[in-house]
Nanobody
Framework: QVQLVESGGGLVEAGGSLRLSCAAS????????IGWFRQAPGKERIFVAG?????????ADLDSAPGRFTVSRDNAKNTMYLLMSNLKPEDTAVHYC??????????????WGQGTRVTVSS
């Protein structure tokens, strides 16, 4: 069983950047595909980006997210990152990470952590 803890959120002005971290403990992190999800107020949680054990990445089409967001991993630190640049107010949400199926990018758990809150002011 792997445990994931998100951090790095905060308040930032539009156009700014944040780097979120997802720290893992438990199972061999390097073998896992991990995804970032976000849930905006009053909306469902959606997939944002993910990275396979192989390093292959995928991004949702969220206001040019593939150009604004970069997902990466450091297996030596058991940590995955989401660098978000040129942030927009519509990126305001609680962000979560989770183990995902490497082909569907759907989460493989129904138990979510506390997430990390990102607030973008206009």
């Amino acid at each position: 069983q792997v445990q994931l803890v998100e951090s790095g959120g905060g308040l930032v002005e539009a156009g700014g950047s944040l780097r979120l971290s997802c720290a893992a403990s438990g199972r061999d992190f390097s073998t896992l595909s991990i995804g970032w999800f976000r849930q905006a107020p009053g909306k469902e949680r959606i997939f944002v980006a993910g990275i396979r054990a192989s390093g292959v990445t995928a991004y949702a089409d969220l206001d040019s997210a593939p150009g604004r967001f970069t997902v990466s991993r450091d297996n030596a630190k058991n940590t995955m990152y989401l660098l978000m640049s040129n942030l927009k107010p519509e990126d305001t949400a609680v962000h979560y990470c989770a183990v995902v199926n490497p082909y569907s990018w759907r989460e493989t758990t129904d138990s979510w952590g506390q997430g990390t809150r990102v607030t973008v002011s206009s």
